[in-house]
C-alpha cells in the first residue's frame, strides 16, 4: 500500500506561482509514477501532469504545457515527494488538486500515448490523497 499526503495549497492571486507537494510513503513497489489530477465542482477530474519515477520523465497536459513543472525531490526506501510547480496563475487553475499513484507499464512501450494511459486514471488510479484546494483571484 502507497500513502500519499498532499500539501501546499492556498488562495493566490493571478500571475502568482505555488509549488504543491505530494509525499509518498509505504510500499516501495506499490507505484512507479506518480502525478496530479484537478477536478472543479460538477466537471470531471483531469490529468495534469506525472512523472515516472525510476528516471524522472515528467508528462503533461497541453493545457498546462509551460506553467505547470513536476518534479521529484527526494526517494529512499519507498518515501517519494513530487511537487507540482504552478506558474502565472490564472483563475481557472482554480480547483481541488489531488495526488495520485499507480503501477503502470513503461513509458517506452506506448511513446506518447502513454499520456492517454494515465489520464485514463482520472478514476482508477490504486491511490489517492485527500486533495489540497487551490483558489486563484
Known amino acids: 500500500h502507497v500513502q500519499l499526503v498532499e500539501s501546499g495549497g492556498g488562495s493566490v492571486q493571478a500571475g502568482g506561482s505555488l509549488t504543491l507537494s505530494c509525499s509518498a510513503s509505504?510500499?516501495?513497489?506499490?507505484?512507479?509514477?506518480i502525478g496530479w489530477f484537478r477536478q472543479t465542482p460538477g466537471k470531471e477530474r483531469e490529468a495534469i501532469a506525472a512523472i515516472w519515477l525510476e528516471d524522472g520523465e515528467t508528462f503533461y497536459a497541453d493545457s498546462v504545457k509551460g506553467r505547470f513543472t513536476i518534479s521529484q525531490n527526494g526517494a529512499d526506501k519507498g518515501s517519494h515527494r513530487v511537487d507540482l510547480q504552478i506558474n502565472s496563475l490564472k483563475p481557472e487553475d482554480t480547483a481541488m488538486y489531488y495526488c495520485?499513484?499507480?503501477?503502470?507499464?513503461?513509458?517506452?512501450?506506448?511513446?506518447?500515448?502513454?499520456?492517454?494511459?494515465?489520464?485514463?486514471?482520472?478514476?482508477?488510479?490504486?491511490?489517492w490523497g485527500q486533495g489540497t484546494q487551490v483558489t486563484v483571484s
Open positions: 495520485a499513484a499507480d503501477l503502470l507499464p513503461h513509458p517506452v512501450a506506448y511513446g506518447s500515448s502513454w499520456w492517454q494511459l494515465w489520464s485514463a486514471k482520472k478514476k482508477s488510479a490504486r491511490y
Open positions: 509505504g510500499d516501495p513497489y506499490g507505484a512507479n509514477c
